[in-house]
């Protein structure tokens, strides 16, 4: 966007005060966006990085006017560790991504170092370890990737798809979801989906094939 490195958010803040931002996305399924809850609107990309491009949603047309930055941003983002048990299906970065983002861990009997896997079926399309950033905020963003039809074999999710959340703690299991604000479990490219997770009253998952 710029010659030089700036704060993701300051970049599109014009665009946050009049009420036409949506969300940002950038290559790797990263976002900005505004996540309620009294947290507000958070940004999981950090810095605009020149020679990267951004997807931007916006509600109307509109103009964003993007400044120089003398520089570099200085936020720093929690680092999304990454699952050694759940392996998504996809390489590299991914297409056309969806966020899948859960709140209120404290009180979802989840823990630090838990595994969660974001699945399309038994197609594994996004998955992350908790850490104790997470655990600290109590929310957690895991982008998941499409399948993006070059393949023979399917390598994302599909749209109208159910989603299904599994977790890992030495057993694996299948998630209670709460979807909240608006919206139905379900893959949609660019959306977001806001969900509360519980590990009461969940299925034991066994023979769990990412094929």
């Given at each position: ?10 970049a ?19 976002s ?27 509600n ?7 400044q ?10 929690p ?6 048990y ?36 038994g ?25 993006d ?16 959340v ?15 604000k608006?919206g ?5 490219k ?22």
């Amino acid at each position: 966007p710029a010659s030089g490195y700036q704060d993701g958010k300051t970049a599109v803040q014009a665009l946050i005060d009049k009420g036409l931002l949506e969300k940002v996305m950038d290559e790797r399924g990263y976002s900005i966006e505004n996540w309620g809850y009294g947290l507000g609107w958070q940004n999981g990309i950090g810095a605009f990085t020149p020679g990267k491009g951004y997807l931007v949603k916006v509600n109307s047309d509109c103009k964003l006017t993007l400044q120089e930055s003398t520089s570099k941003s200085a936020i720093i983002t929690p680092k999304l560790l990454s699952s050694s048990y759940f392996k998504p299906v996809y390489t590299d970065n991914g297409v056309n991504h969806m966020s899948i983002n859960l709140v209120e861990l404290a009180t979802s009997g989840l823990h630090e170092g838990d595994e969660i896997g974001i699945f399309d079926g038994g197609i594994c399309v996004g998955a992350a370890t908790i850490g104790a950033d997470q655990m600290a905020t109590g929310t957690m963003s895991i982008p998941v990737s499409a399948n993006d039809g070059l393949s023979q074999k399917i390598n994302g999710y599909t749209t109208g798809n159910l989603i299904t959340v599994r977790a890992y703690n030495g057993s694996e299991t299948q998630l209670k979801l709460d979807v909240q604000k608006s919206g139905v479990a379900r893959f949609n490219k660019g959306e977001s989906l806001f969900v509360k997770v519980s590990t009461d009253k969940v299925t034991a998952v066994n023979n769990i094939s990412n094929a």
